[in-house]
């Protein structure tokens, strides 16, 4: 038997900390499981990618303020994938950067 499960949808927008841990868990992860070339690339891509989809200024603000905190906080244990991985991650269609 299938059981239809429904669920309303709702923005993760509605949190107040949303920009701010979102930005900042993306640096955590860059810095934690990428090699530095292609973390940077990838952040890089983030910043790109959240000036063009975000148009309020304090949403804006609040993501650069997780990302400061991203790039100064501890990350963790740094163990970065391999570039032979990240190649076969490419291959595969799965590149490393979004």
Known sequence: AQTVMYHPQVPPTRHADFYRLNARNRVWLARRNLPWPLA????LNWIAL???????????RAWFK????????????RRPMGWKTAWRM???GRPPIV
């Open 40 to 43: 940077a690339l990838y952040l």
């Open 66 to 77: 997780g990302f400061t905190e991203g790039l100064r906080e501890p990350a963790g244990e």
């Open 50 to 60: 959240t000036l063009i989809r975000e148009r309020s200024g304090t949403a804006l």
């Open 90 to 92: 490419l291959r595969l």
